[in-house]
């Protein structure tokens, strides 16, 4: 199995620019989340989707962010207009619900990140 | 509302001597408690969880960890640390029901001093 994969793995953009981030969970792994993780806040839940529908996106820091999951195999994060407070480590984690029940004990496996900078 | 709280935001330990980094939990109901290990410029991986059963749970690369219920405590341990072992380590915790929302605290960045 790959992995749960991301991209970019670097993005550099200007101010105002539109960023798309892209992450392909595990195939057979039904639940996926995105975190932010800067120096200053840690590593932040954004949003989680379980089955393609998003089940919390309490996180997402505002109306500039936004997710979606169009099928089980491709999830996307997106930052209209991006801003400098944005430049973060955008990561894309999945997690197998199927396993044990519907249990909180089953284990993310984690993308290895996409590296945003804005300037 | 579920929390965990890593004392400690570095430590320093001499290579071969104990690592030992702090984690203690806030759970309204029976935690799943985890740790996770975050090489650079890599994503989080598991290094061991608890569930139910047996505190004294192990993990990858030799390092352990009990949940303690009467001290809400889930400490990482090993007994010699290894150059290889300096990373960031993330407490987590979890739990059944709901949507299972995992949190995790804001990580110890581990040096081994040689």
């Known amino acids: 199995d790959a992995g749960v994969i991301q991209s970019p793995r670097h993005e550099v953009t200007e101010m105002g620019q539109e960023v798309t981030l892209r992450c392909k969970p595990i195939s057979g792994h039904n639940s996926l989340f995105w975190y932010r993780q800067t120096m200053m806040r840690g590593l932040e839940l954004l949003i989680y989707f379980n089955n393609n529908v998003p089940i919390d996106d309490s996180g997402m820091p505002e109306d500039r962010f936004s997710a979606k999951m169009p099928n089980a195999s491709f999830s996307t994060l997106k930052i209209q207009p991006s801003e400098p407070r944005d430049s973060a480590v955008y990561f894309c984690?999945?997690?197998?619900?199927?396993?044990?029940?519907?249990?909180?004990?089953?284990?993310?496996?984690f993308g290895a990140g996409s590296r945003l900078t804005v300037l | 509302a579920q929390s965990v709280t890593q004392l400690g935001s570095h430590v320093s330990v001499s290579e071969g001597a104990l690592v030992l980094l702090r984690c203690n939990y806030s759970s309204s109901v029976p935690p799943y408690l985890f740790w996770y290990v975050q090489y650079p410029n890599q994503g989080l991986q598991l290094l061991l969880k608890?569930?139910?059963?047996?505190?004294l749970v192990k993990g990858i690369n030799g390092f352990e960890a009990e949940f303690k219920k009467s001290e809400t405590s889930f400490h990482l341990t090993k007994p010699s640390a290894h150059m290889s072992d300096a990373a960031e380590y993330f407490c987590?915790?979890?739990?059944?029901?709901?949507?299972?929302?995992?949190?995790f605290g804001t990580g110890t960045k581990l040096q081994v001093i040689p």
């Open positions: 984690a999945s997690r197998d619900q199927r396993l044990a029940g519907n249990s909180g004990a089953n284990v993310l496996t």
């Open positions: 987590a915790v979890s739990f059944s029901g709901g949507y299972q929302k995992v949190t």
């Open positions: 608890y569930t139910t059963g047996a505190t």
